[in-house]
């Protein structure tokens, strides 16, 4: 079974544009590698992180939305751990409502 899955992930804010683009492009061949189904990639640009985080006060974000049965995402995550180019990353489990529940709200 498939479920929804977002990871946000914040890299280096040095990088150009070239190097975040084959970053972005390493993380989905990975997933899809594996299985999954990359939903929608959001490149959301350099911002100012809350706080300092490895000496960085800004960071770039991109945002994934990809279904997995789960088992793709600790490769992915892996290779985030191991890089020096993703500073920080997250990836959360979506509540899947039915569209009638989501319309009765």
Not at 31 to 57: F, M, P, S, V
Not at 65 to 72: A, D, I, K, L
């Amino acid at each position: 079974m498939s479920n929804l899955y977002e990871t946000m992930y914040i890299m280096r804010p040095d990088l150009n544009d070239e190097a975040v683009d084959q970053a972005i492009e390493k993380y989905q061949t990975i997933l899809r590698d594996n299985g999954a189904e990359i939903l929608e990639t959001q490149h959301r640009g350099k911002r100012r992180l809350a706080y300092e985080i490895d000496r960085q006060r800004e960071g770039i974000y991109v945002q994934m939305n990809f279904t997995s049965n789960g088992s793709q995402i600790a490769a992915m995550e892996r290779a985030m751990r191991l890089s020096t180019e993703v500073i920080r990353f997250m990836t959360v489990k979506q509540d899947a409502q039915p569209v009638a529940e989501a319309e009765a709200e």
